[in-house]
């Protein structure tokens, strides 16, 4: 499966930004889908996935409710919508797919579990 992720941007803190993710060549809805976050000299951390169904979501700590996933599997999209935005969020994002239907959150939250990765979108919050 092809990902296109898009919806970067600048944006001030308390901000609100909506990323997308675009799948295409297989089924979209074998996969559980996730965003995760890359900050310059860090390493990629977990930010929130969705099952399948939609029906389970799990999202990082550090979201605190601010993110939501969401997928259209008509579509082959999933999105992130983020609002109040800080500067520590500053980072690329990147959505993943894992060909998986089991849910369990500690291979969910983890990276290298991921069988196909997008380019990536670039988030700056400023200050």
């Known amino acids: 499966v092809q990902l296109q992720a898009s919806g970067g941007g600048l944006v001030q803190a308390g901000g609100s930004l909506r990323l997308s993710c675009v799948a295409s060549g297989s089924t979209f809805n074998n996969y559980i889908m996730s965003w995760f976050r890359q900050a310059p000299e860090k390493e990629r951390e977990f930010v929130g996935a969705i099952n399948w169904r939609a029906t389970n979501t799990h999202y990082a700590d550090f979201v605190k409710g601010r993110f939501t996933i969401s997928r259209d599997n008509a579509k082959g999209t999933v999105h992130l919508q983020m609002n109040s935005l800080a500067p520590e969020d500053t980072a690329v994002y990147y959505c993943?797919?894992?060909?998986?239907?089991?849910?369990?959150?500690?291979?969910?939250?983890?990276?290298?579990?991921?069988?196909?990765w997008g380019q990536g979108t670039q988030v700056t919050v400023s200050s």
């Open positions: 993943a797919a894992y060909s998986t239907q089991w849910w369990h959150i500690g291979s969910i939250t983890t990276a290298r579990k991921y069988d196909y």
